[in-house]
């Protein structure tokens, strides 16, 4: 019998702690329901194919803008993995802003998470999310702890970051991303180590696996 799962939506900020919260409860409900019946799915893989641009063009662009998103295929994918049907991930590369060679074949499972800023953006995409969360901290944290992050992990120097968070971080954040909070069912202050919220969530997704 094939798997229909169950959506989870997490939005925010960058560097909010997206990341760290849909990794902190794929690792708590393996230990229950098991490592075969959890996954995550990041926005980040659907940034658009853009091998035709040179690097200097491809780091101009604004990667905090719904246009550089491609969620026509997210959706589509997510529409895969309701009928039961194997989905092959794009996988993004950050320190060339573009997508890899490789895919990462995934499996329905009974539950998959979604994070990235704007998947709470799309109606399209918020109606096919079973549970919608919003990362609620503040955008001074974000910033130093995106610094840190985009220096050691990303290949960024720190005039990079700045000169990026003031040029469209920032900027669409208020625009774009700030304004899906009302659309979310969860509100999480301060990030992802908020442990109150970690097993709110964790409770509700058992409860929805269970009904
Ligand atoms: N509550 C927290 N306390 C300390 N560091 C955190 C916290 N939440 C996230 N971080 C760190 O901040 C950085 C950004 O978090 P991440 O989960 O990658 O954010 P996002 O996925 O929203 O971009 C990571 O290095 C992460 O380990
Ligand atoms: O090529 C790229 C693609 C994205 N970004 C930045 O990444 C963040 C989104 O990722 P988080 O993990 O949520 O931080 C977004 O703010 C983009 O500015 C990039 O710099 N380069």
Redesign the pocket.
């Known amino acids: 019998m094939s798997v229909s799962p169950i959506f989870i939506g997490i939005a925010?900020?960058?560097?909010?702690g997206?990341?760290l919260l849909a990794g902190t409860i794929y690792e708590e409900l393996r230990n229950t329901i098991g490592g075969h019946s959890i996954a995550i799915i990041?926005?980040?893989s659907y940034?658009q194919e853009q091998s035709d641009l040179t690097f200097e063009e491809?780091t101009a662009?604004n990667?905090?803008h719904p246009n550089?998103f491609d969620h026509d295929l997210l959706i589509d994918h997510i529409d895969q993995l309701h009928q039961g049907r194997e989905v092959d991930i794009p996988i993004?590369?950050?320190t060339?802003?573009?997508r890899s060679e490789e895919k990462r074949p995934l499996s329905p499972v009974p539950v998959i998470i979604i994070?990235?800023?704007l998947i709470l953006h799309d109606k399209a995409i918020r109606k096919r999310l079973d549970a919608k969360v919003f990362m609620d901290t503040p955008l001074d944290v974000c910033l130093l702890r995106?610094l840190r992050?985009?220096i050691s992990e990303?290949g960024?120097t720190v005039d990079s970051v700045i000169e990026?968070y003031k040029r469209?971080?920032r900027p669409?954040f208020l625009e774009f991303i700030e304004p899906t909070k009302q659309f979310a069912d969860i509100i999480v202050p301060r990030g992802g180590k908020n442990r109150v919220a970690i097993e709110m969530i964790k409770a509700r997704i058992l409860q929805m696996l269970a009904n």
């Open positions: 925010g900020a960058s560097a909010s997206k990341s990041k926005e980040d940034y491809r662009i990667y905090d550089a993004y590369d950050y060339v802003h573009n994070e990235g800023i995106r992050r985009d990303r960024r990026q469209t971080v669409m």
